[in-house]
């Protein structure tokens, strides 16, 4: 129906359309609305990486997942791993969004 994805969706729209007319450019919640029911990988200022399925957000970027994985970089190397059901996240910490990324454990370099 008509009921917004996220917080901002109605806020955003004006600046979205104005946006459009300006060159193209994709504006940053225009980007992150658009991730809405995906998967997303966030990495924070500190040791905490999350992977999971974004369900919604607000201007200041504190975000809603569901269906979370949780990685902590070990002090002895590698990351510790925690699965998570749901989780609100507080914008503030907020370093990197990767929009359908994985997260940080591949192949390569396996959980500790």
Same mark, same amino acid.
């Given at each position: 129906?008509?009921? +917004?994805?996220? &917080? ?9 359309? *104005? ?30 990486? #999350?992977?999971?399925? &974004?369900?919604? #957000? ?16 070990? =002090? ?22 990767? +929009?359908?990324?994985?997260? =940080?454990?591949? *192949?390569?370099? +396996? *959980?500790?």
């Amino acid at each position: 129906g008509g009921e +917004p994805t996220s &917080l901002a969706e109605g806020r955003e729209s004006d600046s979205r359309m *104005a946006a459009r007319g300006m060159g193209g450019q994709l504006l940053p919640l225009e980007l992150i609305d658009r991730c809405v029911g995906s998967k997303i990988w966030i990495i924070l200022k500190g040791d905490k990486e #999350f992977v999971g399925t &974004l369900r919604g #957000f607000d201007d200041y970027v504190n975000m809603v997942l569901e269906e979370v994985t949780e990685y902590e970089v070990n =002090p002895e190397g590698g990351y510790r791993v925690n699965k998570l059901e749901q989780i609100l996240l507080n914008g503030n910490n907020v370093c990197m969004l990767v +929009p359908g990324g994985d997260g =940080p454990i591949t *192949a390569d370099a +396996p *959980a500790a």
